[in-house]
């Protein structure tokens, strides 16, 4: 038996499972998932890297009750890093129309981080990323330098989202795709209610 922790890059996933599932799936218990992936291992810490929505209120409402449900519903089994969006203007070359596009910054490098620290705290003896991402490469190569020069060994496993790939991922971890079955297996109660507030968090209408 094996110790895991598992790094879930939000972004990669919610929209391979966009692209995939539509809004079906999206209320996802991400502890439940990792458990079943890995059910003879113990599982030290599940961490989710996301960022929060901007300007567009329903979807900001939609996130807000996802993350209470899953902390709700998880307690200290699951770890919330929050990265965030930054503005950025954009012109059309032809038209000249201007507009405001979003751009995820600091989950990548919170994941890295993240990465290497355990791996330098021997936190656990593989490392479960659930991304297609390849930027996370250079964070992975250095985690297991890490655990090496501490006389350790860091296995990586990589877990793609729905079409989602990445050579690169593949030619350093163990490598395979979340099947359906998984996912659809993995869902929050439709009503999570906090026990220690009593509040409730519904999932929301549009992703049913």
């Known amino acids: 038996m094996a110790t895991v ?29 990792v458990r079943r992936l890995r059910p003879r291992d113990s599982i030290t810490a599940v961490r989710y890297f996301t960022a929060m929505v ?20 998880n307690g200290a089994d699951v770890q919330i890093v929050r990265g965030r969006y930054q503005s950025k203007n954009q012109r059309c070359r032809s038209c000249g129309a201007t507009w405001t596009s979003y751009e995820e910054k600091e989950t990548d490098v919170n994941i890295a981080v993240s990465l290497v620290a355990d791996a330098a705290q021997a936190v656990s003896d593989m490392a479960l990323i659930i991304s297609a991402d390849s930027d996370l490469c250079p964070a992975i190569r250095t985690a297991r330098t890490v655990a090496t020069n501490l006389g350790n060994h860091l296995g990586v496993i990589a877990a ?6 990445s050579h ?4 350093l971890a163990s490598t395979f ?15 999570v209610t906090d026990p220690k507030t009593g509040q409730t968090y519904h999932r929301p209408s549009k992703w049913r």
């Open 168 to 171: 690169e991922l593949r030619t």
């Open 177 to 191: 795709t979340l099947a359906q079955a998984d996912i659809r297996n993995s869902l929050l109660p439709a009503v």
């Open 5 to 33: 922790t598992a790094y879930i890059d939000g972004f990669n996933l919610y929209h391979g499972l966009r692209a995939r599932y539509q809004h079906r799936y999206l209320w996802l218990d991400l502890p439940a998932l």
């Open 54 to 73: 901007r300007d567009d209120p329903p979807a900001e409402a939609r996130q807000r009750a996802y993350l209470a449900a899953l902390e709700a519903h």
């Open 160 to 165: 793609f989202p729905p079409r989602r790939q």
